[in-house]
């Protein structure tokens, strides 16, 4: 038997594509194996829809209904900020995820075959992409079931903006998800540590959830917190997932009236959530490049 | 910066060419000073030395993980630097701690690996079934490894690093922290791929290791290479095996009275006789047969002997005879060259363990 032979005839590599597919099939097995993703992903939205439509839905909803017409549920209102929830909760798991591979030695053995080095990122991405779009579906699909029992099973209008909405939807997920992702990673690359990472994670997730838009109407806010809304990603976040499940313009910290409708919600806050994207998404392939490289200064 | 190399690499027979290779970290270590080496094809080849003599540095510029600060190494024909894709496609590596995903099943952790090298899918399946069946993991084969023991998990490693038939591998302290009958067990893996032709290139702080593997080694200390040889002919260097003799109410005058019956013994004139805290240390050839006889010198002499023990010479006695010094710094931290960059030192393995186990063999 001829060694050599073998060896180059098994030893071939892939091409670029190739190896985000095999990048991104490791993270979804990944993902599907590990009990505790699979119960953060199917339980925790669930939860979160379940207790606070229950607390706050009596209190919230009159004043729902005066700020956004008689048809509109406090569910319907919420439903878009479980997404946002769940997005970051994935979003975190991307930063821990990585520390974890790096912990294990799995980063250094993918370092050392012949992987291209963009591929092993952006299969990462696009694996926490489909998770984050998977999720929000079963986000959707619960707060449709909680209306239907809720209502007895006359709904009514769910998605204001019909199938093109629901696309919209996972659109504006993902350009939300995208810097927090990134945010996400620079805190992993940073601390090289699960747990401090964890920590810095859910000190920043809590507070900028409480501050936005995300539970209550903005104008519920004390003043202060209301300034804190007005700066938080999370709010453009909601308020255009929002616009896209009410069918109105319901971005109120600042007043766009440059286009119709729901795009005077949507328009600005992608633009702000891109930039935010483009600005940590850098920093954050920049130090991705740093921890790939061979160089060691 | 990543170039596919046209030529191919069946023309070279040397393993790895390293010519004056350096490695300085930023913060101004400098973990290899200087390494020239070359391993033909075939060839098991070793770099023995302490923690921190810059082992593992030296074998991170040649898998490409780090890029050396001075001098170019050449494996299987491809520079490290210029065509590192090539290198990296012809070579296996196991970093010295287990790299294993203990959320995929062992027989996914070599899928996964059969995929990242591009072996082809027609021949995957027969492909992952071998390795399992060459690590003894065919039983085991969809469990996920994290129950499995620390042997279990190195060889599942190894085969991760094995599915694309590379030319040569690299195991970087292959069996530290293993008990003796997973090390055996490892060793005998390595030795069935190196007569298959795989050249490996391994790392170790155990003598005994080196000696049970490698047909030439390199002792290492402080970046650079003090002796590379045959384990024999460094062992030679020795002077044989260790008698230690510990005697009873060991004072200074007792150690030397002692010291003089030895060498007046006749068969031990010519060796190092040494005094120890409790005795003497006497490395010979003839330590093992010979021993028996100094008791009865010694009892003779009215000395009372309450220890004893011959041993094969470690690290140390090595270490001793070429650089002349005992201070190896097993333990010590005073070097920083071998930087973990994963871990800040969890799961550490300890060295004494194994130390222990050389003894007893």
Redesign the interface.
């Known amino acids: 038997?001829s060694?050599?032979d073998?060896?180059?005839?098994?030893?071939?590599?892939?091409s670029f594509s190739?190896?985000v597919w095999?990048t991104l099939?490791?993270w979804l097995?990944?993902a599907v194996?590990?009990a505790s993703i699979v119960f953060e992903a199917l339980l925790s939205p669930f939860i979160f829809l379940i207790l606070f439509t229950q607390v706050f839905g009596k209190l919230a909803g009159g004043p729902i209904q005066d700020l956004f017409g008689a048809d509109i549920n406090y569910i319907t209102f919420l439903t878009p900020a479980i997404i946002i929830v769940t997005a970051m909760t994935v979003a975190i798991q991307s930063g821990t995820g990585l520390i974890q591979d790096?912990?294990?030695?799995?980063?250094?053995?993918?370092?050392?075959?012949?992987?291209h080095r963009g591929a092993i990122f952006l299969g990462k991405a696009l694996a926490d992409v489909l998770r984050i779009a998977f999720q929000s579906a079963i986000v959707l699909v619960l707060g449709y079931l909680l209306l239907w029992i809720g209502s007895g099973g006359s709904v009514g209008p769910y998605i204001q903006t019909g199938l093109g909405g629901v696309l919209g939807i996972f659109a504006v997920v993902i350009v939300y998800s995208l810097w927090f992702t990134a945010f996400s990673i620079i805190i992993a690359l940073v601390t090289q540590d699960i747990e401090s990472a964890s920590i810095w994670m859910y000190m920043t997730h809590y507070p900028l959830l409480f501050s936005s838009s995300a539970f209550l109407p903005i104008s519920f806010l004390p003043e202060w917190m209301q300034v804190l809304a007005t700066v938080n990603p999370v709010t453009y976040g909601v308020d255009a997932l929002r616009a896209l499940m009410l069918g109105q313009d319901v971005l109120s910290v600042i007043n766009v009236t440059a286009f119709s409708g729901i795009w005077n919600t949507i328009v600005p806050a992608i633009v702000l959530l891109g930039v935010l994207d483009i600005v940590l998404g850098g920093i954050a392939a920049v130090l991705l490049h740093r921890v790939s490289s061979?160089?060691?200064? | 910066m990543v170039t596919e190399s046209t030529e191919t690499p069946t023309t070279c027979t040397t393993a790895i060419t390293a010519s004056n290779v350096e490695l300085t970290y930023a913060d101004g270590t400098h973990a290899v000073r200087g390494i020239d080496l070359e391993i033909p094809r075939g060839e098991c080849f070793g770099f023995l030395g302490p923690n921190g003599a810059g082992k593992t540095s030296a074998i991170k510029t040649f898998v490409t993980l780090l890029e050396p600060t001075g001098g170019s190494v050449t494996v299987n024909g491809y520079d490290v630097v210029t065509d590192s894709r090539a290198v990296r496609s012809s070579i296996g590596y196991m970093a010295q701690e287990t790299s294993i995903d203990t959320e995929l099943t062992a027989r996914e952790n070599i899928q996964f690996a059969c995929e990242m090298y591009g072996v082809p899918r027609s021949k995957r399946a027969e492909r992952i079934d071998d390795l399992l069946a060459l690590v003894d993991l065919v039983d085991v084969a969809d469990k996920q490894p994290s129950d499995f023991s620390g042997g279990m998990k190195k060889r599942l490693d190894i085969a991760t690093a094995l599915v694309h038939e590379p030319q040569l591998v690299f195991l970087d302290e292959p069996t530290t922290g293993l008990d003796p009958r997973a090390r055996n067990r490892l060793w005998e893996y390595f030795r069935a791929i190196n007569r298959q032709g795989t050249t490996l290139f391994l790392t170790t702080q155990y003598l005994a290791e080196a000696d049970e593997l490698c047909d030439r080694l390199s002792v290492i200390q402080d970046g650079k290479l003090v002796a590379t040889d045959s384990p024999d002919a460094l062992k030679s260097q020795v002077g044989g095996d260790i008698l230690e003799l510990t005697i009873e109410g060991s004072t200074a005058d007792h150690r030397a009275h002692a010291q003089r019956v030895a060498r007046e013994s006749g068969v031990f004139a010519d060796c190092t006789i040494e005094t120890t805290d409790e005795g003497i240390a006497i490395a010979s050839e003839h330590a093992r047969r010979e021993g028996t006889d100094l008791l009865v010198a010694l009892r003779d002499a009215g000395l009372t002997v309450t220890g004893f023990d011959v041993r094969s010479p470690t690290l140390d006695d090595v270490f001793l005879a070429i650089t002349g010094t005992r201070d190896v710094p097993v333990n010590s931290q005073t070097q920083s060259g071998n930087i973990d960059e994963r871990s800040s030192g969890n799961s550490r393995a300890q060295p004494e363990a194994l130390a222990q186990d050389e003894v007893d063999r």
């Open positions: 038997m060694t050599t073998t060896a180059e005839r098994l030893a071939a590599g892939n190739v190896d095999v099939k490791r097995k990944k194996r590990n790096m912990d294990s030695g799995m980063f250094e053995k993918i370092l050392v075959s012949p992987t061979s160089q060691v200064d």
